[in-house]
């Protein structure tokens, strides 16, 4: 089961449980029972008065998911603390979905604490969904606490699958922690298809305190997707406190993206403490995108620490990809001071580094001062790069004050006009079609009229096409404007 969608059904089943724990009234402390293995027939349900439902069907109608949520558990938690037979029953006639896992959740969060074997029946009844079996996690867990003993013998209860797997990991982790040998024995000890959970979720812990024995029995017991993940794991905890030796370890993931992740991790731990450490890492990594990218991480530490350096470094690489790539990030950085990172930019001695350069820090500066950077986007000499940071400065312009970066564009030259004026039309035309139609027409480029217009009729018809068309039947435009924007010809 991957690791991230576990972590994610746990979110979930914490966030029932939370609230579980908001509406009980008060804990029930837990009555000891003998574990046994062989699943006991689930009791009947008593022949009671019909409980009132009245409370439940209000909280049914309630629209609001919050407190749809909050006022179902509060009534499903009363009916449970006056009859739990009761509360199963309404449960088992609930139609699957938010109210049923979480009147499930309820039920069953209440009664592992009292009657362990008998939640574990029902859960293996009940809880069909993977989202519904990471309760699982939430017994296994409690149980670890209590009696790991008494745990590893409860597993003969739950189902294979998603079930057992959480059940397995919640043991081994909760287990690791109080008794490590024991845990670890364990976890060695069982079948193929439950040693590899058991086995990772133990060796997760255990990386908190010696990463490197981990990597030691990770490699002895585990294959596959789930010793790459502890390798990794392992890798990010020594990163940590000794990248050097982290650097030294890398080549133990197989190459693929969880190594690059571990390298690029490691790139930057390294440049936080010696820049040319780093480097000389970064140089033995196959050349391509994870180099690039740990080189980015490198200089994401470096800019830090010695910015001056970083930029000398990155102005004296090779003409090329990598420089092209290495500047557009580091520009990046160093855009926080604009005026510098500027002057920079228009130092580096290629066309390709420079104009990278040139079109991040306009992007980043428009971030905070999109006024300043459109400005100073439209003085650049014209071409591709004055018109990639002139546009990408304009659109937040257009989202901190509309009115001004449209009446901006009306004062730029012919040149640069229409570019500018196509990238800010389909925005405004989102708020006020007409409006931006009237504003074009107050455009001096003939150019930057049919674009803006172009742009603008675009994202109406996007969004409602027989308006558009409409207007665009009656629009004062040119014949061959109004031809390319799709009206029929005159008379027909």
């Known amino acids: 089961m991957n690791l991230r969608r576990l972590l994610a059904l746990l979110a979930v089943a914490a966030l029932i449980l939370a609230l579980a724990l908001v509406l009980r009234r008060a804990p029930t402390p837990p009555t000891p029972s003998a574990p046994t293995p062989a699943a006991p027939a689930t009791p009947p349900i008593s022949a009671a008065a019909k409980p009132d439902l009245t409370a439940l069907a209000t909280a049914q109608r309630i629209a609001d998911p919050r407190q749809h949520a909050v006022e179902f558990g509060r009534a499903f938690q009363a009916l449970l603390g006056a009859d739990l037979d009761s509360a199963l029953a309404t449960l088992r006639a609930l139609p699957r979905g938010r109210d049923y896992d979480l009147a499930l959740n309820l039920l069953l969060d209440a009664l592992h604490r009292r009657d362990p074997e008998r939640a574990l029946v029902l859960a293996r009844e009940l809880a069909t969904t993977r989202e519904q079996t990471a309760i699982y996690s939430v ?23 998603p079930a057992r797997e959480n059940a397995l990991r919640a043991l081994a982790s909760v287990w690791l922690r109080a008794d490590a040998p024991a845990a670890l024995a364990w976890a060695q000890s069982l079948p193929p298809t ?5 086995l990772e979720s133990a060796f997760r812990e255990l990386t908190l305190t010696d990463p490197l024995q981990v990597i030691d029995l990770a490699q002895k017991s585990l294959t596959g997707a789930a010793l790459e993940r502890t390798l990794f794991h392992a890798l990010q905890q020594i990163t940590t406190t000794d990248p050097a030796a982290a650097a030294g370890l890398v080549t133990l993931l197989p190459p693929g993206e969880t190594q690059t992740r571990a390298a690029l991790d490691i790139a930057r731990a390294l440049a936080a403490k010696n820049p040319a450490t780093a480097l000389d890492f970064i140089g033995q990594l196959p050349a391509g995108p994870a180099q690039t990218l740990a080189l980015n991480n490198a200089l994401t530490s470096w800019s830090v620490t010695a910015p001056s350096a970083a930029a000398r470094y990155v102005s004296a690489l090779p003409p090329g990809a990598v420089q092209d790539a290495t500047a557009s990030h580091l520009a990046a950085l160093l855009a926080r001071e604009p005026a510098n990172a500027l002057a920079w930019a228009q130092s580096l001695p290629a066309a390709t580094a420079r104009d990278a350069a040139l079109v991040s820090i306009a992007s980043v500066w428009a971030q905070t001062d999109p006024a300043a950077a459109t400005r100073w986007a439209s003085t650049q000499p014209a071409g591709a790069t004055a018109t990639t940071a002139l546009t990408g400065a304009l659109s937040y312009w257009l989202l901190t004050d509309a009115s001004a970066a449209r009446d901006f564009v009306t004062t730029l030259s012919a040149a640069i006009q229409p570019a500018a004026a196509a990238s ?9 079609p007409t409006a931006t139609f009237a504003w074009a027409q107050t455009l001096a480029a003939p150019a930057a009229r049919e674009a803006a217009v172009t742009a603008a009729y675009t994202r109406w018809l996007d969004n409602a096409p027989a308006a558009a068309r409409t207007w665009l039947a009656t629009a004062n435009l040119a014949p061959d404007l109004k031809a390319k924007l799709g009206a029929p010809p005159s008379g027909k």
Do not use: S, Y
């Not at 439950?194 to 058991?198: G, S, Y």
């Open 139 to 161: 017994f296994f867990d409690a149980f670890a606490r209590e009696q790991p003993a008494a745990a590893v013998t409860r597993l003969a209860l739950v189902p294979a699958g």
């Open 194 to 198: 439950d040693r590899a959970p058991a």
């Open 424 to 432: 800010i039309a389909p925005q405004l035309a989102q708020r006020d």
